[in-house]
Nanobody, 116 residues
Framework: QVQLVESGGGLVQAGGSLRLSCGAA????????MGWYRQAPGKQRELVAA???????NYAGSVKGRFTISRDNAKNTVYLQMNSLKPEDTAVYYC??????????WGRGTQVTVSS
């Protein structure tokens, strides 16, 4: 059974950096499209960054140039490098694995808090 486990969240000052990791145990990781989403209190969950199985990446406009998604298929892991963090980046960050539109799996989330 596939499971996604996020790590790397925490408290950081504005302007700082964090790297989130998401491991996909028990899976054929390389065939999944992977994404990072976030949900702030009182707001809807939103896509932050995605990396398809074919290597294409895309980003939300609010993080473009600051965040980088990458994947290591040999390690069954996807990363989100977050630089120049802002207080508005504060949210629970969720890892997502998907196969087209027919199957998707979510991790439990990791809290990122950016202090001003």
């Amino acid at each position: 059974q596939v499971q996604l486990v996020e790590s790397g969240g925490g408290l950081v000052q504005a302007g700082g950096s964090l790297r989130l990791s998401c491991g996909a145990a028990g899976s054929i990781f390389k065939i999944y499209d992977m994404g990072w989403y976030r949900q702030a209190p009182g707001k809807q969950r939103e896509l932050v960054a995605a990396a398809t199985s074919g290597g294409t990446t895309n980003y939300a406009g609010s993080v473009k140039g600051r965040f980088t998604i990458s994947r290591d298929n040999a390690k069954n892991t996807v990363y989100l490098q977050m630089n120049s963090l802002k207080p508005e980046d504060t949210a629970v960050y969720y890892c997502n694995a998907a196969l087209g539109t027919t199957w998707a799996l979510w991790g439990r989330g990791t809290q990122v808090t950016v202090s001003s």
